[in-house]
């Protein structure tokens, strides 16, 4: 399994932006899905997770960010509004399905 994220960027405090990671393989469907980002100096952390029918997100990004998933595409999205400076960071997709599988990180800077 090989995921590619791409959507990030620098983008203004109060902006939003939309992550993107496409999947290749058979097993989106019944995988969970996530994002994870990770900031200079910090361990990396989970942000938003998706599984069969449910959702999970990082209290600190609740209400400001939603992960949605198109299984026909393979996809998984985030969508960051309302961004802050400390959403800065390198943002990971990650793919579970009985292994653990990683995108290559995109970069988003949120500017004050």
């Known amino acids: 399994v090989q995921l590619q994220a791409s959507g990030g960027g620098l983008v203004q405090a109060g902006g939003s932006l939309r992550l993107s990671c496409s999947a290749s393989g058979n097993i989106f469907s019944g995988s969970t899905v996530g994002w994870y980002r990770q900031a200079p100096g910090k361990q990396r952390e989970l942000v938003a997770n998706s599984g069969g029918g449910w959702t999970n997100y990082a209290d600190s990004v609740k209400g400001r960010f939603t992960i949605s998933r198109d299984n026909a595409k393979n996809t998984v999205y985030l969508q960051m509004n309302s961004l802050r400076p400390e959403d800065t960071a390198v943002y990971y997709c990650?793919?579970?399905?009985?292994?653990?599988?990683w995108g290559q990180g995109t970069q988003v800077t949120v500017s004050s």
């Open positions: 990650n793919l579970k399905y009985w292994s653990e599988y």
